[in-house]
RNA sequence: GCCGGUGUAGCUCAGCUGGUAGAGCACCUGAUUUGUAAUCAGUAGGUCGCGGGUUCGAUUCCCGCCGCCGGCCCCA
């Protein structure tokens, strides 16, 4: 009788196996068939196994099926594979190199040369592919795993020229592996970690989304790669779901509402640089208004700086060497010189400002808060929209602090920072970047640094990702980042401490001990850029923004001209409060401008027909169609200012 | 900057294989004065992104440039 194991499932219930049995079968034998057959792949004791593999010592067991997210996230790997071999079957000759998931599917990078030089996939060429795909689905060929010698593997892949695979064979081995897993399906191998479904079958549908270019390993000067974006569902339904959600987030674009809603217009005159019209210029006067309130009362000041500066500063605070390809350089007219440049960022002209003064340590923390236009000059192909331009505003500030308070502005930041995605909906991430190898400073000021950022977000309960070795050297990091209506993700705040700046610019404060010390430097923003955070705020609120953002608050539509005398007063009125509102007095339908009112995104939509004309009231729609009933000016004046009273 | 795609009226788009362009909406004019998502009619609007080339002739084919879009790189 062979030997037992006992497999725990997550339900806590135990079954007795004999020894060797597969997982698969192990499923169908003693928990059902039905699971055997939806089954994706397999946990046992935390690690995430084939199907195939043997149960040969008791573990605890779970099963996972389509119905699990983990499961896509497996067979979207073995559409990776199934792509890889659908191109190398139609296009002999083209080298892999690797093809991970990513989080909207994933793609797989290809070397593939005509006459010694890159050759891009045609979009027929890719619809090519993915018939082919999706052909290699329909056979349902199993997926099969081996383990293999390094030296085997070397071989196998130098006999079939894959020079890409070869080179990561050899990095794997200088890691110290001695064998590595192949996994088949048909006559197509590739090496991986694995897990895989159990047949080509389970992956459903393949969709091939682009082609674009990428470097080997990321870097400009390697080759040049072919890279193919797809994504997979386990059927036509989840595709079609997905299909449609996308284009509802088409429609949420912000470049596209910016035109729908006339917000903002770029023109090829000045790439990458936005005319505001004057409802996109209300929405940036009125984050900007509400930004410098929120500094003021945290203990800010406001300054101004210079927006051209010669060379002299850039030098010193090193962005002359480091920065200067993305700074737009400025000709002296007498010297004949590029030597000024436009300011790409604050900094330097806060620290030439802080030496402006002696300072006392009783004085600081100093919060200097500035939302001067800075120009970059970024890479013509990175531009796109509002949230990669070449002109636009930070909420930008600096505070000087002691060492010993770092801790309390990290954590006065963060809740502020807090207050603000709150108060408009934001969902954010954080990502802590930590000490790199190549740094300035003690190991002892960098423990502290780190803690205090690490501290703070603990304390605030915001969940982070820790990105070590990924800060700056001259300190760490946490950025905060939102996610646009298509998935990509922005970073908008910031906060980096900086250990150098102060230096670098000689900046000093006497302690209580009557000697001079360095202040802390702390970068910090909140919105980012008004730019990225307006497109971002479009695509949250799909432009429907809440009354106190909102261009517009309301406009007044009558129901014949003998009412529009009558309505110029209720727009003086309510205009005189404060209030943006505006009358309709277009010589359309009532029922056309409440059209348009509504495609326009008006919070209210004011009626005013002879029963109001009467009882000096308005007839107030709220954007969506809801009829509020018909009130007194005062009384919509009221209502209007509790939904729009900024937060 | 790199790879690919793309560029026709303010917007959304149509325009087989080369023969100097159309629609809807918007704009403008006129009529209509209407109670909560498009009143009717008419006029007008484009050196087909820009510059070269091929051709008897280019929106259409070729080359270069620019913008935009999707990625890469980078980044607020």
């Known amino acids: 009788m062979a030997a037992l194991v006992t497999i725990t499932l997550p339900d806590g219930s135990k079954k007795e196996a004999e020894a060797g049995i597969s997982v698969v079968d192990f499923v169908k034998n003693h928990i059902g068939p039905g699971l055997a057959k939806a089954a994706v792949f397999a946990r046992g004791n935390g690690q995430d196994v084939d199907l195939a593999r043997t149960l040969d010592a008791d573990a605890s067991l779970q099963i996972f099926t389509s119905k699990n997210p983990e499961a896509l996230e497996v067979t979207r790997h073995d559409a990776a594979h199934i792509v890889a071999d659908a191109v190398q079957q139609l296009f002999p000759g083209t080298q892999v190199t690797i093809g991970p ?18 050759a891009p996939f045609s979009p027929e060429e890719l619809e090519a592919i993915e018939k082919r795909a999706n052909e290699i689905i329909a056979k349902d060929v199993p997926f099969k795993r081996t383990e293999i010698s390094s030296e085997d593997a070397v071989k196998l892949f130098e006999a079939k020229g894959e020079k890409f695979k070869v080179e990561i064979i050899h990095d794997i081995v200088a890691r110290g592996a001695k064998t590595l897993t192949l996994y088949t399906h048909g006559d197509w191998v590739d090496f991986c970690l694995g897990p895989h479904g159990p047949s080509t079958a389970k992956v459903g ?13 990321a870097d400009q000067t390697k080759a040049q790669l072919q890279r193919i974006y797809g994504i997979s569902f386990f059927d036509k339904k989840g595709l079609d779901a997905w299909s449609k959600q996308r284009e509802e987030a088409a429609k949420r674009d912000h470049r596209r509402l910016g035109r729908e809603l006339d917000l903002f217009h770029f ?3 000045s790439p990458g640089a936005a005319f505001w019209t004057p409802k996109g210029t209300s929405l940036y006067q ?10 003021r009362e945290d203990g800010y000041v406001e300054i101004k700086t210079p927006l051209l500066f010669n060379k002299n500063l850039w030098m010193k605070s090193g962005h002359w060497d480091k920065y200067k390809e993305n700074m737009f350089l400025v000709q002296d007219s007498d010297s004949g010189e590029l030597d000024y440049s436009l300011k790409p960022m604050n900094c330097p002209s806060h620290h030439v400002y802080y030496g402006f003064g002696k300072h006392s340590y009783r004085e600081l923390p100093l919060r200097l808060h500035t939302q001067d236009v800075l120009h970059r000059n970024e890479a013509a192909g990175a531009l796109g929209g509002l949230t990669r331009v070449r002109q636009f505003a930070q909420d930008d500030a600096h505070i000087y602090c002691r060492e010993d308070q770092i801790a309390d502005e990290v954590f006065r930041f963060v809740k502020l920072l807090d207050r603000v995605y709150n108060a408009v909906g934001l969902k954010y991430e954080a990502k802590l970047s930590t000490r790199p190898e190549k740094r300035l400073g003690s190991d002892d000021l960098w423990d502290r640094a780190e803690a205090a950022l690490k501290d703070t977000l603990e304390k605030m309960n915001v969940a982070y990702e820790l990105k070590p070795g990924d800060g700056a050297f001259y300190g760490p990091k946490i950025d905060f980042v939102v996610s646009d209506s298509i998935g990509r993700k922005w970073q908008l705040g910031t906060m980096q401490l900086d250990y150098i700046a102060a230096e670098r610019f000689d900046l000093t404060y006497v302690g209580d001990d009557n000697k001079e010390h360095r202040p802390v430097v702390l970068h910090r923003a909140i919105f ?3 730019e990225r955070f307006i497109a971002i705020l479009i695509e949250h609120f799909a432009g429907i923004f809440p009354a106190w953002l909102s261009p517009t ?19 003086a009125a309510l205009n005189a409060k404060g209030f943006r509102v505006e009358f309709d007095d277009r010589g359309m339908s009532m029922q056309k401008k409440i059209r348009e009112a509504e495609i326009g995104k008006v919070p209210f939509i ?21 009829d509020l009933k018909s009130m007194s000016v005062d009384a919509f004046a009221e209502l209007l200012a509790k939904e729009a009273a900024i937060p």
């Open 205 to 217: 549908v393949i969709k091939l989304l682009s082609a674009s270019g990428a470097y080997w390993r």
């Open 286 to 295: 009125t984050l900007s208004d509400w930004m410098r309130r929120l500094t």
């Open 528 to 530: 980012g850029s008004f």
């Open 553 to 571: 608050q309301a406009v007044i539509v009558t129901v014949a001209d003998r009412q529009d005398e009558h309505a110029k007063k209720v727009v």
């Open 101 to 118: 998931v990513i989080e909207e599917g994933f793609y797989y990078d290809f070397s593939r040369e005509k006459d010694g030089k890159p």
């Open 606 to 626: 004011l009626v005013i027909g002879d029963r109001e004309v009467e009882g000096n009231a308005v007839a107030p729609r709220r954007h969506g169609g809801e």
């Open 267 to 269: 023109h090829p005159y």
